[in-house]
């Protein structure tokens, strides 16, 4: 059935009374050379063969001092951007996404400051540009207020990572000018369906 609908949480509760180890305890993840503690409530892409190519296609290429990764997850992208610059701020506002950054960090040893803010937040109070943005929003995309922030700051590059084309494009229009698309791709992580994930690199005009 398709549906737009979130599965409800009495779901899950019922698949409990059946498997008793979906109880609500952390589990580990090994992706992008990298392990990563995922609880109930944090967000996690769910195609494991194409995850390690989603993260290698955003950061691969990507080098410097300082790094922000907004709407940073569980650290999908902040773990590897770690290992590239020698500071990574990673901005999340759920308090189970925050909590597993925060063990993923620490467990990792990386060069990470977990930040708990919504991302339009952070970004009012940041006043000098890193070197790189990465920005990995919901479907309901970056919006009015951590655009302009954006504009304002005006980071030599930065990332966008987006599960839907029609908000990508709304942010896009309104960046394009002061930053330029270096490299666009798209990496279908949901074969069949309408729906996949677009990487646009772009750089500072």
Known sequence: ???????????????????????????????????????????????????????????????????????????????????????????????????DLESNAQAANAPIEPVKAASDEFLRRLQTPPDLILADPPRAGLGKQATAELLRLRAPKMILVSCDPSTLSRDLRKLLGTYRIERLTMVDLFPQTYHFELVVHLALN
């Open 1 to 99: 059935m398709d549906t737009t609908r979130p599965i409800a949480a009495r779901f899950f509760e019922w698949c409990q009374t059946l498997i008793p180890e979906l109880a609500g305890v952390p589990i580990e993840y090994k992706a992008a050379e990298h392990t990563f503690r995922i609880s109930r409530g944090s967000f996690f892409q769910v195609n494991r063969f194409l995850v390690d190519a989603l993260v290698q296609e955003a950061v691969g290429i990507v080098a410097g001092r300082t790094a922000v990764d907004l709407y940073a997850g569980v650290g999908l992208f902040s773990l590897p951007l770690s290992t590239r610059f020698e500071r990574v701020r990673a901005v999340e506002r759920g308090g189970p996404a925050f909590r």
